[in-house]
């Protein structure tokens, strides 16, 4: 989704910013802009597709500057154009950058028209510049005017503003959206997302909502949401830059498949001890939370909601707590009736999803006893507004679609559970066979990617077809949809997923030659079902591709069959998702998508 770096620096920034739009690339993008003061006026550059047509118009150009605004923008309102790219501007003076939406644009719009402003593109943000311009010409400084727009404003933004005549100073402005700064040395940084600026400081101040900050090479002052002059805490990060490059693999997604034993590892260490989960592991009085706990609401969007939606089952098998589960775009419109003594646990990668954060928004309304979240970026808005926060530790996640991000999450809430009936004084021994599982995880996960050779004699079969159905029953069920979710996600193919048993319910009337139809076949007392549900599927002449283990015995004909490593029934949801991973990414290879930024997506979607 968008992405916003600026600089004032004593040397040159152009180049800086280019790279800095390069390193926020994953977050998904469709053009990409840049304005540079100098001495004659504004150098404004934008261009429609990728940030590499920006810097081949820089190599062209050769603005120089030691001042300047760069985006990378992810359409919302109006189609993805050069003219719709951002910075935009307000009579060649006013230069902005916009992340997130102002709801009443319409409005400032017509207002701003009357006053005699014309707009040039069809978006949102273009208004921020003219309202800026306008107050401007009302006599105020540019931080006045920034404080009086922003008055004007609904919605969530994040903004980097500057004006032709002021060659040393920035202002930015953050709602609801992300925004930081990161301190050089004669240099200081503004970002929506660290890892832009990450290879230019190891200090960053993050924002909070209504700030607005002046920011020039050797200063700057943050306004807190009432204009009064505030000081905000310096964060030192150092955000490793070999953790963003691909290394020897083709795609981020394929490193960060092989990267799951390590990660795993990372999730569970420290957090168990002996036989059991050790306490507080959520931060300190979190076990004496958890004590209190008799019901759960779980809030959460795409990959993240179906590690919740298996998650639900664990927390109702071992910490037998009812639990409820919603898409995050929903859960505050169906009137939710909270029961005494419930929490709320939101789980989310990148810690800045608009709709997540706005249900944990929502729920802090409610009589909720706190608020729990499950997060993979330390320095996120989520794990900041939740009470207590478990990191998954899965190290940066860089392709859009979700990998080692869901599967560390899934060991997070396995840890949850674990700690939610240790708190309760449920199941020890269930408790203990599970840690023990936990334990020996990494190693079974190792086990699993070795079966890439027979994935990729598959994905052929797969890869040349429209749709594909993929089936699991119980707490494979998400773990199915996630498959899907996948495979439509980098190949394109139309996915859908459904639970075995619901097949002869409408999905069979679909089923022919050219239905693949993917298949999750643990050890289970279901097995018997699911193989039952299996044959309707192929005396309909569905060709099978079944991940199952070794004792589950099933004919799949024509299809394949591919035996699973041996895993505590538990926790195979996770050992079965890798398969699954593994096969998208390989039918995606063949079909020749763009595997870590596939098209109309985003890796952090910081707009409802
Ligand atoms: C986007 C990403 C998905 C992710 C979802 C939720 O749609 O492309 O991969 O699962 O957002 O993101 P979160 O960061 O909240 O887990």
Redesign the pocket.
Known sequence: MCGIIAAASTRNVGKLLVQGLHRMEYRGYDSAGIALHQLDGVAHLRTLGKVQLLEDRMIEEKPRSKLGIAHTRWATHGEPSETNAHPHKSNDEVFIVHNGIIENHLELKAELEKEGYSFASQTDSEIIAHLLDFNLKQGMTMIEAMFASKKKLDGAYAIAAMHRDDESKLVIARQKSPLLIGLGTDEVFAASDPLAISQLTNDFIFLEDGDVAEISADTYKIFDAVDLEASREVSRIDISSQATSKGEYRHFMEKEIYEQPDALLNTIDGRISGEDVLDNIFGLGSTELFKKVERIQIV?????LHAGRVAANWLSAIAELPCQIDYASEYRYRNPHVDDNSILITI???GE?AD?LAALNYAKEKNYLATVGICNVPTSTLARESDFVLFTNAGPEIG???TK?FTTQLAALMLLTLSLAKARNLNPKLRQRVVTALRALPEIITQTLELKDSIIEMAPAIANKDNALFLGRGIFYPVAKEGALKLKEISYIHAEAYPAGELKHGPLALIDENMPVIALAPESEIAEKLVSNLEEVKARGGTLYVFSDPSVSIDVKSGSLVPMPKCDFLLTPIIYTIPLQILSYEVALLRGTDIDQPRN?????TVE
């Open positions: 959460a969007c795409g990959t993240s989310s990668q990148s999803t997540t859009v679609a979700s991000a997506l985003a890796k952090s979607v």
